[in-house]
């Protein structure tokens, strides 16, 4: 299984950015998905995930309402919408699949494969 991320970049605070995420080597539907965010100096924690059918969705508190998950299983994709961006949300972005995890897996060591990243800059 392949993760590539992409649509990051610099935006200012109370702008939003629409992340991807392609999944390749096997058939999406079979795997749950999730954003996880990395900021410097900081561990890396959990953002959103999706179940397999993209039905059930489950969110970090500190992104409700901001963000949001979503996944084409037809296209291999999934996307992380984001609003209202504050200086806070900068990091670097990463997508993550399981196929054995139960939906809403909210821990790293729960997801076994990884995209490389995608930098979000928020200025003030």
């Known amino acids: 299984v392949q993760l590539q991320a992409y649509g990051g970049g610099l935006v200012q605070a109370g702008g939003s950015l629409r992340l991807s995420c392609v999944f390749s080597?096997?058939?999406?539907?079979?795997?749950?998905m999730g954003w996880f965010r990395q900021a410097p100096g900081k561990e890396r924690e959990f953002l959103a995930t999706?179940?397999?059918?993209?039905?059930?969705?489950y969110y970090h508190d500190f992104v409700k309402g901001r963000f949001t998950i979503s996944r084409d299983n037809a296209k291999n994709t999934v996307w992380l919408q984001m609003n209202t961006l504050e200086p806070e949300d900068t990091a670097v972005y990463y997508c993550?699949?399981?196929?054995?995890?139960?939906?809403?897996?909210?821990?790293?060591?729960?997801?076994?494969?990884w995209g490389q990243g995608t930098l979000v800059t928020v200025s003030s």
């Open positions: 993550a699949a399981d196929r054995f995890s139960r939906t809403g897996a909210t821990t790293q060591e729960q997801y076994r494969s």
């Open positions: 080597g096997d058939a999406m539907r079979n795997y749950i």
């Open positions: 999706s179940s397999r059918g993209g039905g059930s969705t």
